[in-house]
């Protein structure tokens, strides 16, 4: 055991780039600070949001579902984390040659990376439900034995989720197997949805929409815990820690005892083409047609870049189907501000069209094959725009539908409807440019594992961080200012794009 814990505190040291701190090279030391920084930042909002959840609750008269909130919360978030990482990494991993090597057991070597990706897991939680109860304790005192309750679900939450995850990526697998489609684009989207099934299921039932409590409904806590937890609440927990450990250990035996098989099926098998003709064809369909098939070859590119495409068109289409609720409005709490469901959708919309992109780690993701592209007789410009292309693909449909969306459900008409249309188009466009530019300045192609780039490369956090930037000012300007804020967006947006454009067509070489 000690051997294992070993292993997995340099696993550690090097996946977040506290390795990286005292190397002599000043842009890996660059990168590793950008890395953690990152990491750091989005801890840090997500404590402060749940430091202040208490009082929010409190303040709307709901802090009865603070407990099952955050609980679920954590499921939900830990599970879609684990699903963008994919199964590959958890059977195989990206360092599996040299574990081979190190004087560990056959089954530790199988089962390092579920046990780490626990570890992790149990990290966060604990950190997020010790800091919740802290902060519900001060707004609400309640009876402290209760706490016990919660701190089951640093177990539980986390053993649950990887179990779920781990089994729902081998069925979808074996299903698109059987029926023979070979699309990653397919698995990563079925995947996704049927492990958010249940909580559509649950807004679905809601009369009237609320994102808290239809998150609330799905916890593995029924009770609130604010007052003396009853018998059964004890023995619910009791019951949920036997039922995840054992489901647990029922997925560490099925992985050591099929280990062999299961390296194959989780491997991505790529159909090789005996049939060869020669034409002459336009370059840059060429490239749009080369960067789309090493997007949809990759599970983890496809997966932690389709989430805003796919927002985008989901929302869109619930609402031309009458799925979602138009009829509410938002009151932001110690002001006057209340805003209709109709701006609310268009911030959605906003999110979605900013929220991900695949150009972030595009150049990144050729690795050591860049020196193909360095040769090919195209300009850095061309290259980009076959990038941006790919991108802006995915967008089309959702953009379309959200177009429609708000004309025919909240009917918007002229000159309003042509603003909210050209700034979400604006939006796409930017966050594409923006991420070419960005990862044209830091990419990474020495790379052995690729959710390495498409998760924390520099570039790829970089670009998070400003979206996240230009979601915020998008937002409030449009709660603020509504039509003028869009039309100063517009023109700032596009400018913006002019000026990032001029900056990658100096780029003379990768």
């Known amino acids: 055991m000690n051997k294992i814990l070993t292993l997995l505190g340099y696993r550690y040291r090097n996946q977040l780039g506290l390795s990286k701190l005292s190397d ?37 008269q709901e802090l009865a579902i603070f407990n099952p909130y955050i609980s679920s919360l954590l499921f939900w978030g830990l599970g879609i984390w684990a699903l963008l990482s994919g199964v590959k990494p958890i059977i195989i991993g990206f360092d599996h040659k ?41 707004i609400q005192p309640y009876p402290l034995l209760n706490g016990l309750i919660m701190m089951a679900m640093i177990i ?39 492990f958010l099934f249940p909580l559509l299921i649950c807004y679905l039932q809601q009369n009237h929409f609320d994102a ?36 647990l250990t029922l997925l560490c035996i099925f992985i050591v005892k099929n280990y062999d098989r299961l390296m194959l099926f989780v491997e991505t098998k790529h159909s090789i083409s005996q ?30 870049t389709i989430l805003s495409p796919l927002l985008l ?21 110690q002001t006057s501000l209340i805003i209709p469901s109709s701006y609310t959708y268009f911030i959605v919309f906003i999110v979605g069209t900013c929220l991900t992109t695949t150009t972030s780690c595009s150049f990144s993701m050729e690795g050591r094959t860049i020196w193909i592209s360095q040769h090919l007789p195209v300009s850095i410009k061309k290259l980009s725009l076959a990038k941006g292309l790919l991108n802006t693909g995915l967008f089309l449909p959702g953009l379309f539908f959200s177009i429609i969306s708000l004309a025919l459900v909240f009917n918007f008409s002229g000159t309003e409807l042509l603003l909210q249309a050209l700034l979400l188009m604006v939006n796409v466009l930017l966050v594409t440019v923006l991420g070419l530019c960005v990862n044209l300045k830091f990419p990474s192609y020495d790379w052995t594992n690729e959710m390495i780039v498409v998760k924390q490369g520099a570039a790829t956090l ?27 967006l517009c023109i700032t947006g596009v400018v913006t794009i002019a000026i990032l454009i001029r900056k990658i067509g100096k780029v003379r070489y990768l």
């Open 313 to 333: 068109l989901i929302t869109s289409v619930g609402l031309i189907l009458g799925i979602f609720p138009t009829t509410f409005s938002i009151e932001i709490p």
């Open 24 to 60: 002599r090279n000043s842009s890996i030391k660059t990168h590793a600070i950008l890395t953690i920084g990152g990491y750091v930042l989005v801890l840090c909002l997500a404590l402060a949001y749940v430091i202040s959840l208490p009082s929010q609750l409190k303040f709307s």
């Open 462 to 488: 970089i670009t998070a961080v400003c979206s996240m930037g230009i979601i915020t000012v998008e937002a409030v300007g449009i709660v603020l200012w509504g039509s003028f804020s869009t039309v100063v």
């Open 98 to 138: 040299q574990l081979l090597v190190l004087p560990l057991e056959k089954w530790q070597v199988q089962l390092v990376n579920i046990f780490s990706q626990l570890l992790m897991q149990m990290s966060i939680c604990t950190i997020v439900i010790v800091i919740s109860q802290i902060s519900l304790f001060i």
């Open 212 to 247: 808290k409590q239809g998150i609330a409904a799905t916890s593995l806590i029924r009770t609130s815990l604010l007052a003396p937890a009853a018998t059964s609440d004890w023995l619910r927990a009791l019951g949920q820690i036997v039922a995840a450990t054992m489901l």
């Open 156 to 194: 539980v939450i986390p053993f649950f989720s990887t179990v779920i995850t781990m089994f729902l990526h081998f069925a979808v697998k074996f299903l698109l197997r059987v029926v023979q489609i070979k699309s990653v684009l397919i698995e990563a989207t079925l995947t996704l949805v049927v």
């Open 275 to 304: 049939k060869y003709v020669l034409r002459v064809t336009n370059p840059l369909a060429v490239l749009v047609k080369r960067e789309g098939q090493r997007y949809f070859s990759s599970f983890s590119y496809v997966v932690n």
